[in-house]
């Protein structure tokens, strides 16, 4: 089922994209004849979702600074009134820092409290959805290079320590009331989670799906969802694909995001390899995002809903 809902994610996508660029000849002259140029699509209102990033970008000299938060399971054996319902509990906690060198190339440095995870992250937006249709899609690059620099019983030397992500961000935006996006995931641990049994892998590839509905201007609806294309994170050996829904409100230069996920981890690199927490037995959690832009340009460039 989940599979399948991958698939009819894809295909929405492939179809209101094309139905969009057919579409958008009448918009195109109209542009023309007003001398305007093709103007950018905002398609998400954040860098981040629930589990997935997107494909906005931090604008050149603009500094984003990111607290995202994962409480402990609101019900099941950890759960319930004993942990406040899972507010007395904290899974995971994870500090992003998110830096424009220019308006289509970011830097960004980020640090999670699950194995002390320290990534670099580059992000480099390589196609833009326009206002005109003239470009349908909205493509990011991201590639992160991880290390864990503690727990040294386990990792002994600085390469058993890495870990590397690559993504390609594929989104787009029907007429600012739905965006959907899609992100091939290719996942690599020198040491992989777990560490026993032998058969655990340290390469594998990921499909991430996302989707935004516009509820006002300033508020929408998540879901984010995940899966590892895994032989050894199957059922048998009580993995779980990652399921996020959120509610988020934009408010001046804040975006702040509530959820609940069945995902303990924030980093993707932690979140696809070690989620075995399941819905069904309580565990699920309240999440939040808080994303605080500062601009050192002194003017800002608005992009089109």
Do not use: C, W
Request: hydrophobic share 40%.
């Amino acid at each position: 089922m989940k599979k399948h809902l991958l698939i009819v994610a894809l295909f929405a996508l492939t179809v209101g994209a094309k139905a969009q660029q057919k579409s958008a000849a009448d918009s195109l002259m109209s542009a023309m004849s007003k001398d305007e140029k093709p103007v950018p699509v905002a398609i998400f209102k954040s860098t981040r979702l629930v589990l997935s990033q997107t494909t906005e970008m931090v604008k050149k000299n603009e500094f984003n600074f990111q607290i995202i938060h994962r409480f402990g399971d609101i019900a099941g054996s950890n759960g319930g009134g004993q942990t406040a319902f899972g507010i007395d509990r904290v899974n995971d906690v994870f500090f992003g820092f998110e830096y424009g060198v220019s308006d289509n190339f970011n830097v960004d440095l980020g640090r999670s409290t699950i194995g002390q995870l320290i990534q670099l992250e580059l992000k480099y937006a390589l196609v833009h959805q326009t206002s005109d249709g003239s470009s349908p899609l909205a493509v990011t690059l991201l590639g992160e290079a991880g290390v864990q620099p503690y727990q040294q019983s386990t990792f002994t030397t600085m390469s058993s320590r890495m870990s590397y992500l690559a993504q390609a961000i594929i989104a787009h935006s029907f007429n600012g009331a739905l965006s959907l996006q899609v992100s091939p995931t290719y996942l690599r641990q020198n040491t992989a989670f777990p560490i026993s049994p032998a058969n655990t892998e340290q390469s594998f590839f990921a499909l991430q799906a996302a989707a935004r509905i516009k509820l006002t201007n300033h508020t929408g609806f998540i879901v984010d969802y995940a899966h590892p294309f895994s032989d050894f994170r199957k059922n048998t050996y009580d993995f779980q694909d990652p399921l996020g829904f959120g509610y988020e409100v934009e408010t001046g230069g804040h975006v702040f995001t509530v959820n609940i996920t069945n995902a303990n981890s924030i980093s993707e690199m932690n979140m696809l390899a070690r989620s075995q927490q399941r819905y069904s037995r309580g565990q699920y959690r309240i999440g939040f995002t808080i994303s605080r832009m500062f601009d050192f340009n002194g003017s800002h460039k608005k992009m089109k809903e």
